[in-house]
Antibody, heavy 123, light 111 residues
Framework: EVQLVQSGGGLVQSGGSLQLSCAASGFVFSGSAAHWVRQAAGKGLEWVGRIRSAAINDATAYGASVKGRFTISRDDSKNTVYLQMNSLKAEDTAVYYC??????????????WGQGTLVTVSS | DIVMTQSPLSLPVTPGEPASISCTSSQSLQRSNGNNALGWYLQKPGQSPQLLIY???NRASGVPDRFSGSGSGTDFTLKISRVEAEDAGVYYC?????????FGGGTKVEI
């Protein structure tokens, strides 16, 4: 089955760090971009950042609220993308989703979401 | 950033009846190749969002044909021809023309 399997969430104190993982199952992740999106309780969806494929130099970009604190990386040998979150704040509390964005001849679009992982930052 | 505006916020529907959700973007989502960078996603209770429609009007694999997407440029519509109980949840439009990806505020479909 084609899916994104997330892990690594949990409770962390304000100022602390946490790393989320997003492992591809049933497909090879290396040819796709990966995005991270978060959803605070009762709120809408907020884009966190993305990493493109190695063919596009693993190019990263980040949302304004996390830039300088969060880092996205990928290990294509493990078929996994990571979100390293440092200097966490209470307002980072949310469910985090990883997404696959297909970028190819069929068109560019997000077609797959991970199951989500809850990050809770206590103050 | 591209602002996505969805309406209505809430949509009570009766099984078997049609439903329609509107999504407007603050700038055109049409790429030079003619594709529209607009997707529709359904988030059922307790689940992550799932793709319904991509590139504005293409139904994703496994999505029932009662779902259809239309529109181009800045105005898009998701239609359900005959709503079923399993269609309940929150529907989101999302643009991926550029980063940051941005989302409509969601439409809660209640059956």
């Amino acid at each position: 089955e084609v899916q994104l399997v997330q892990s690594g969430g949990g409770l962390v104190q304000s100022g602390g760090s946490l790393q989320l993982s997003c492992a591809a199952s049933g497909f090879v992740f290396s040819g796709s971009a990966a995005h991270w999106v978060r959803q605070a309780a009762g709120k809408g969806l907020e884009w966190v950042g993305r990493i493109r494929s190695a063919a596009i130099n693993d190019a990263t970009a980040y949302g304004a609220s996390v830039k300088g604190r969060f880092t996205i990386s990928r290990d294509d040998s493990k078929n996994t993308v990571y979100l390293q979150m440092n200097s966490l704040k209470a307002e980072d509390t949310a469910v985090y989703y990883c997404l696959r964005r297909i970028e190819g001849s069929a068109g560019d679009f997000v077609d797959l979401w991970g199951q989500g992982t809850l990050v809770t930052v206590s103050s | 950033d591209i602002v996505m505006t969805q309406s209505p916020l809430s949509l009570p529907v009766t099984p078997g009846e049609p439903a329609s959700i509107s999504c407007t973007s603050s700038q055109s989502l049409q790429r030079s190749n003619g594709n529209n960078a607009l997707g529709w996603y359904l988030q059922k209770p307790g689940q992550s969002p799932q793709l319904l429609i991509y590139l504005g009007s293409n139904r994703a694999s496994g999505v029932p044909d009662r779902f259809s997407g239309s529109g181009s440029g800045t105005d898009f519509t998701l239609k359900i021809s005959r709503v079923e109980a399993e269609d309940a949840g929150v529907y989101y439009c999302m643009q991926d023309l550029q980063v940051p990806l941005t989302f409509g505020g969601g439409t809660k479909v209640e059956i």
